[in-house]
């Protein structure tokens, strides 16, 4: 009897039992208890409780939650993690460099990789990286291959290959023949086949070997896979009319064909007008979207054409003594160094100012954009990802700071937090994931369901401390940041966890690409009147 009394609630009480048991241990892999959780695309706002499981965000609640690893986020911001569209850096330590400025998904849609190599690019990362990576094809290293004949084994380095290939100057100078330009875009198709998800374009330093043609059949090739292009359009630096042109080339051609496209960097003169053209077609529909950095100066190699003195000084009226820094050794060019450099070291990098700073707080309240930092390289560019980032060498303050100084500006003018969480976040995964990129459709968001990359950071602490005399000093102020699930920054420490994912599509197995001709385009466009035609590439006649 005492048994059978025992033993009936015995049973009632142990579905009850395991129904407790993994409240009282672990839940959740990690929680992030009592933060401001911030969603910028439904606009929650307000203390709560994450809870992640397997990589992903289990449950937002206001009751207490228990995880095998607890983050205490008192008077912390809780956000998505930050992506940029525009990070050159991708090398072990420049993922350091970014996971410390809250950055968990790095994209380089300007210099971009070599289509041939994008497959081999992502392989090298996989398992190994701190944030998640993805690189856009590369036109110029396409036109470095088939003009240059650059071959070789730099290009599986992706974007900094630049460093080498611009020693030479046919990319940028030489217009190719129509069988160089169909290799050419046959080249960047490779890329879109093995899953790029688009492409970058650097037309502003090709301005002269990148006929109207180019531009836009290289926009034809992403447009088949619905992909975009971004582009250093083809005027910048230019003035505030050469520079709108500019981006007008891209956007109009980006209709034409009914592709996405991503304006880079237009925090140069004529911004205003930039951002009402890409505003007004986002209201119309258009997946177009652009790109803006926090900082006045700019960066480059000191070969690029924009900066010559018949350009720099004769039609823009600046002087090399104001205006164009070396990073490395802080100081100022003269006429004379200028020439001497470019002669001795043709893609030395450079720091040139060219707006007015107090323009880089304004950049920050556009509505839409996104902040892409432009992040250049640093020595040494190979060092292991945990090489000590105090000891890296000079280069712009975007490449370590550009988050940091984002939300430092932010405080400082008083600019809404969520709309810095829009631009450092939420609006590239839209844009993104309108292309049809999964992994954009389920990042820059927090809600239940999502990929938990997520940025935990003290408001009123988190900032840059890179400037133009020490670029390369890492942000403060990061409690943590989380990628695909696993704490990757901890109290400013970059931890030995490598749980980054590759940004791409799905790699397919055949290629779209289209060669062109004339016969194809007089059947299409014309009524069959060959003279017309003045070639689609036509060859190099005069430069
Ligand atoms: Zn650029």
């Given at each position: 009897?005492?048994?059978?009394?025992?033993?009936?609630?015995?049973?009632?009480?142990?579905?009850?039992?395991?129904?407790?048991?993994?409240?009282?241990?672990?839940?959740?892999?990690?929680?992030?208890?009592?933060?401001?959780?911030?969603?910028?695309?439904?606009?929650?706002?307000?203390?709560?409780?994450?809870?992640?499981?397997?990589?992903?965000?289990?449950?937002?609640?206001?009751?207490?939650?228990?995880?095998?690893?607890?983050?205490?986020?008192?008077?912390?911001?809780?956000?998505?993690?930050?992506?940029?569209?525009?990070?050159?850096?991708?090398?072990?330590?420049?993922?350091?460099?970014?996971?410390?400025d809250g950055l968990t998904s790095s994209l380089d849609f300007e210099m971009g990789c070599a289509g041939s190599y994008i497959a081999?690019?992502?392989?090298?990362?996989?398992?190994?990286?701190?944030?998640?990576?993805?690189?856009?094809?590369?036109?110029?290293?396409?036109?470095?291959?088939?003009?240059?004949?650059?071959?070789?084994?730099?290009?599986?380095?992706?974007?900094?290959?630049?460093?080498?290939?611009?020693?030479?100057?046919?990319?940028?100078?030489?217009?190719?023949?129509?069988?160089?330009?169909?290799?050419?875009?046959?080249?960047?198709d490779e890329g879109l086949q093995a899953g790029a998800p688009g492409i970058g374009s650097t037309v502003g330093y090709m301005r002269a070997g990148v006929s109207s043609r180019e531009m836009f059949e290289v926009q034809k090739v992403g447009a088949r896979y619905g992909r975009p292009t971004g582009a250093h359009t083809r005027y910048t630096l230019g003035t505030d009319t050469s520079e709108v042109n500019g981006a007008q080339e891209l956007i109009a051609n980006a209709i034409a064909l009914d592709a996405p496209a991503i304006v880079l960097h237009y925090n140069n003169p004529g911004w205003r007008v930039t951002h009402e053209l890409i505003s007004r077609l986002q209201d119309h529909g258009y997946n177009i979207w652009g790109e803006i950095y926090p900082y006045a100066a700019g960066s480059t190699t000191i070969n690029a054409e924009f900066l010559v003195p018949e350009v720099w000084i004769d039609q823009m009226g600046n002087r090399y003594e104001d205006t164009m820094l070396d990073p490395a050794t802080n100081k100022y060019f003269t006429l004379e160094t200028y020439k001497a450099t470019v002669a001795k070291e043709p893609t030395r990098p450079i720091v040139i100012f060219k707006m007015p700073a107090t323009d880089e707080a304004k950049w920050l309240t556009l509505k839409g954009v996104t902040m892409g930092s432009d992040a250049v390289a640093a020595e040494p560019i190979r060092g292991p990802w945990d090489f000590p980032l105090d000891k890296l060498g000079g280069t712009h303050p975007r490449t370590a700071g550009a988050r940091g100084a984002t939300i430092r500006k932010g405080r400082e003018n008083n600019i809404p937090m969520m709309q810095l969480m829009s631009i450092l976040s939420y609006?590239?995964?839209?844009?993104?994931?309108?292309?049809?990129?999964?992994?954009?459709?389920?990042?820059?968001?927090?809600?239940?369901?999502?990929?938990?990359?997520?940025?935990?950071?003290?408001?009123?602490?988190?900032?840059?401390?890179?400037?133009?005399?020490?670029?390369?000093?890492?942000?403060?102020?990061?409690?943590?940041?989380?990628?695909?699930?696993?704490?990757?920054?901890?109290?400013?420490?970059?931890?030995?966890?490598?749980?980054?994912?590759?940004?791409?599509?799905?790699?397919?197995?055949?290629?779209?690409?289209?060669?062109?001709?004339?016969?194809?385009?007089?059947?299409?466009?014309?009524?069959?009147?060959?003279?017309?035609?003045?070639?689609?590439?036509?060859?190099?006649?005069?430069?």
């Open positions: 009897m005492k048994l059978k009394r025992l033993t009936a609630p015995l049973r009632v009480l142990i579905p009850a039992l395991f129904m407790a048991t993994p409240a009282m241990a672990a839940d959740y892999d990690v929680v992030i208890n009592n933060g401001r959780v911030m969603d910028p695309e439904t606009l929650f706002d307000g203390v709560a409780n994450v809870g992640i499981k397997d990589g992903r965000i289990a449950e937002i609640s206001k009751k207490p939650l228990k995880g095998a690893e607890t983050i205490d986020a008192t008077g912390k911001i809780v956000a998505p993690g930050f992506i940029d569209t525009h990070f050159h850096f991708q090398m072990p330590v420049g993922y350091s460099l970014g996971l410390r081999a690019w992502y392989e090298a990362r996989a398992g190994v990286t701190g944030a998640n990576y993805g690189c856009a094809v590369s036109h110029e290293s396409a036109r470095a291959m088939f003009i240059d004949g650059s071959v070789g084994d730099h290009y599986k380095d992706g974007p900094i290959s630049a460093f080498m290939t611009r020693a030479n100057t046919g990319w940028s100078q030489k217009r190719p023949t129509l069988e160089q330009g169909n290799a050419i875009l046959e080249e960047i609006n590239a995964a839209k844009h993104l994931g309108d292309t049809g990129l999964k992994f954009m459709q389920e990042r820059g968001r927090i809600q239940t369901g999502m990929v938990a990359d997520i940025v935990v950071f003290d408001p009123e602490l988190f900032t840059d401390n890179s400037t133009y005399d020490k670029g390369s000093a890492p942000s403060t102020g990061m409690k943590a940041v989380v990628v695909n699930g696993k704490v990757t920054v901890r109290d400013d420490k970059v931890l030995p966890v490598f749980a980054g994912q590759p940004i791409r599509f799905e790699p397919e197995a055949k290629p779209r690409f289209v060669p062109i001709s004339e016969e194809s385009w007089n059947a299409a466009f014309s009524t069959g009147m060959p003279d017309d035609f003045t070639g689609a590439f036509p060859e190099n006649t005069g430069h």
